[in-house]
């Protein structure tokens, strides 16, 4: 167990809809990332949040937004989805800024799109 | 951009024995960071190892351990004393900065 959690596990939903991705990172950890995996693009970036600002931006598109909470849990919201929006969603954490440490993965949220 | 290629989508090895996932990886910086996750069929992301680029001494957790030749750019994965448990997939990554990149990941089977 990495200690980060996220909500829910599976979600099935219908295009155009919109959804909710929930993360709790690991205790003390400042840093939360978001990634997707598809079987067609792999393991890709999306966002970096730390306490709470947005650090850094990868692969994600405008579609998406996410954002950190006092509290320093996560939430990515997707909207107008596609049936290429079907993947895994990884939230991780670490403890630093600068990206020098760990990061510890969550189980993952697999979005199914119909 | 960085760039991480793992050349061997599938490989399988025997209970016990001892077994090398190939790691290659693109960069012109001289600081970045190494990593090896293990991904089971739960699809839990599981760090294994992890890197520095500036230590020389290759890193090692108990029955894992890496070959890093960094002129080569090259991360190699030694499992020793393949267990059952060690079916996954095994992904390298190369993080940098605010880019972190993973490789396609490997397959490896244990087989009794």
């Known amino acids: 167990d990495s200690g980060v959690t996220q909500t829910p596990k599976h979600l099935i939903t219908a295009t155009g809809q919109r959804v909710t991705l929930r993360c709790s990172p690991r205790s003390g950890d400042l840093s939360v990332y978001w990634y997707q995996q598809s079987l067609d693009q792999g393991l890709q970036f999306l966002i970096q949040y730390y306490n709470g600002e947005e650090r850094a931006k990868g692969n994600i598109l405008e579609r998406f937004s996410a954002q950190q909470f006092p509290d320093l849990h996560s939430e990515l919201n997707l909207s107008s989805l596609e049936l290429g929006d079907s993947a895994l969603y990884f939230c991780?954490?670490?403890?630093?800024?600068?990206?020098?440490?760990?990061?510890?993965f969550g189980p993952g949220t697999r979005l199914l799109v119909l | 951009a960085q760039t991480v290629t793992q050349s061997q989508p599938e490989m399988s090895v025997q209970e016990a024995e001892t077994v090398t996932l190939s790691c290659t990886y693109d960069t012109s910086e001289n600081n970045y960071y190494l990593f090896w996750y293990k991904q089971p069929p739960s699809r839990q992301m599981i760090l294994v190892i992890r890197?520095?680029?500036?230590?020389?001494q290759n890193a090692t957790e108990n029955r894992f351990s890496v070959n890093f030749q960094k002129a080569a750019k090259s991360f190699s994965l030694k499992i020793s004393d393949s267990q059952l448990g060690d079916t996954a997939m095994y992904f390298c990554?190369?993080?940098?900065?605010?880019?972190?990149?993973f490789g396609a990941g490997t397959r490896l089977t244990v087989k009794p």
């Open positions: 890197q520095e680029a500036y230590k020389q």
């Open positions: 991780a954490s670490s403890a630093d800024r600068a990206n020098k440490e760990t990061q510890y």
């Open positions: 990554a190369f993080m940098r900065g605010n880019d972190m990149r």
